[in-house]
């Protein structure tokens, strides 16, 4: 047996997501998957751990309904699998409907059609995105993503806005920290490409002009470029592994919290009044991190 997770997303409209989210509970429990789904009336979002065979199993069937069979499921690695053949990565099987398969705190913002997001940016594939670059001096990566994920890991220059959660984007967009850049071409990117799918849609109601997002986000880019490309670093991800890279001799950008060596290892803030995840080396403990977290916090 071969451990693999999936990662994919699909946004259109779902008219009974409480029966789409019992038969997504029914199959993965039948194949023994592990992971967590999420389900709305936009559509779904899921990571999936497991044996291959079973998920190659699942990939056939979600893609039976109608809907979903313009799914892009993304495929990486997974650390093993149990005695069971249960995934490593993955505690146990979560699958629920929620008022967003992505949590902005924006749902009435967010309109999708068959075709997906309604009103988002313009898709680039990895090559597509390297001509933009080429073409055009003035181009800005913009992180969709958590800013301790950017720690370890972002595309050059890329800038990186202050936010704990997905929630805390719309008021940043309306803060007027970012006008500046609302007439230049601004690249949208994130892990898998779902989160860019309603940032940048978000994006465009407050006035960007110019919006791109990356298809497929970082892991589809890091299987196209790996090292060579515009990325530096490893990929923080939410699951048992925590972090990834995308073959050898990738860059190490991330700083021990406590000491300043360079590393990619993450862990939980063990202060439980700073609720953060911190950069910290092997060599470190975890009370001199967080002690020194705390006090940066508070400063």
């Known amino acids: ?36 789904i999420l389900i709305s009336e936009h559509g779904m979002n899921g990571t999936l751990g497991g044996d291959m065979a079973a998920l190659k199993t699942y990939v056939r069937k979600t893609k039976q309904y109608a809907p979903f069979k313009g799914i892009d499921f993304k495929w990486s690695p997974g650390t093993g699998l149990d005695e069971n053949g249960a995934s490593l990565d993955f505690p146990r099987l979560s699958v629920k409907v929620r008022d967003e398969i992505v949590s902005f705190g924006a749902p009435s913002d967010l309109r999708v059609d068959d075709n997906g997001v309604v009103g988002g940016g313009t898709h680039l594939k990895p090559g597509e995105l390297h001509k933009l670059v080429e073409a055009r001096d003035d181009v800005v990566f913009f992180d ?26 719309v008021a940043e967009l309306e803060s007027g920290r970012y006008d500046h850049l609302k007439d230049k071409p601004v690249v949208t990117y994130c892990t898998g490409g779902i989160r860019c799918e309603v940032l940048s849609s978000l994006m465009r109601s407050r006035g960007f002009e110019e919006v791109y997002q990356l298809d497929g986000g970082i892991v589809r880019y890091g299987e196209t470029f790996g090292n060579s490309g515009l990325w530096e670093g490893s990929l ?6 925590e972090r990834m890279t995308f073959g050898d001799g990738a860059a190490v950008i991330g700083r021990c ?43």
């Open 144 to 169: 969709g993503r958590n800013a301790f994920e950017a720690e370890i890991g972002r595309f050059k220059g890329a800038i990186v806005p202050d936010v704990e959660t997905t929630r805390d984007f």
């Open 236 to 241: 923080y991800v939410f699951d048992g592994r």
């Open 1 to 36: 047996m071969v451990a693999k997770i999936l990662l994919y997303y699909v946004f259109t409209p779902i008219a009974d997501p409480d029966a789409v989210r019992l038969w997504q509970r029914d199959l993965c429990e039948l194949l023994g998957l592990r992971g967590r």
């Open 257 to 299: 919290v406590s000491c300043g060596a360079p590393e990619d290892r993450m862990v939980n803030c063990a202060d439980d009044a700073c609720r953060a995840r911190v950069v910290l080396c092997a060599s470190c403990g975890d009370a001199a991190a967080c002690t020194k977290h705390a006090a940066v916090t508070a400063a």
